[in-house]
């Protein structure tokens, strides 16, 4: 059975950081490109970083520059570190597979205050 469990998040100033992780079972994880998603209040979810099993990383243009996504093969497990964060980075952050294919998580919210 699949399960991504999301950790991490919390309540940080602007400005400041936060590292989410996000661990994966039921997959064999090291063949998967892996996301990080998020979905802020009144939004749609949307990808915002991808990693492919060998490393490669691709960004939105909204976090490029500010976040970096990495991952442990070895413990089935996709990091989101977030640096310089911003008010408009209050979501709720989610991990799945590139294309959300697999079960959703419960998330981790974000909030960034002034």
């Known amino acids: 059975q699949v399960q991504l469990v999301e950790s991490g998040g919390g309540l940080v100033q602007s400005g400041g950081s936060l590292r989410l992780s996000c661990i994966v079972s039921g997959i064999t994880f090291r063949l998967k490109t892996m996301g990080w998603y998020r979905q802020a209040p009144g939004k749609r979810r949307e990808l915002i970083a991808s990693i492919s099993g060998g490393g490669d990383a691709d960004y939105v243009d909204s976090v490029k520059g500010r976040f970096t996504i990495s991952r442990d093969n070895a413990r089935a497990t996709v990091y989101l570190q977030m640096n310089s964060l911003k008010l408009e980075d209050t979501a709720v952050y989610y991990c799945?597979?590139?294309?959300?294919?697999?079960?959703w998580g419960q998330g981790t919210q974000v909030t960034v205050s002034s």
């Open positions: 799945n597979d590139r294309w959300g294919t697999l079960r």
